[in-house]
């Protein structure tokens, strides 16, 4: 499975292994910048889907099946 496949959940549960794994101190310091990379790299990419997200949810389809800024007002 390529990156760009990854559920949101997928990368969430990634991301967390990383930390766990760097919070515990016993990684080698080559690994643990090697881990610490992909790490933000997945911290961005989570960021992004998120921010998609959100605007995707701030639309709505109107009658012609056109997105259209949604108002609360």
Same mark, same amino acid.
């Given at each position: 499975m390529?990156?760009?496949e990854k559920t949101f959940d997928q990368s969430l549960q990634e991301l967390e292994?990383? !930390?766990e794994k760097l919070e515990q101190?016993? !990684?080698p310091l080559e690994e643990?910048?090697?881990q610490f990379q992909q790490g933000i790299q997945l911290s961005q990419r989570?960021?992004?889907q998120l921010n998609d997200a959100d605007e995707l949810l701030k639309k709505? !389809?109107?009658a012609d099946g056109q997105e259209v800024p949604f108002n609360l007002e």
């Open positions: 390529t990156e760009k292994a990383i !930390v101190g016993d !990684v643990a910048l090697e989570l960021k992004t709505i !389809v109107d």
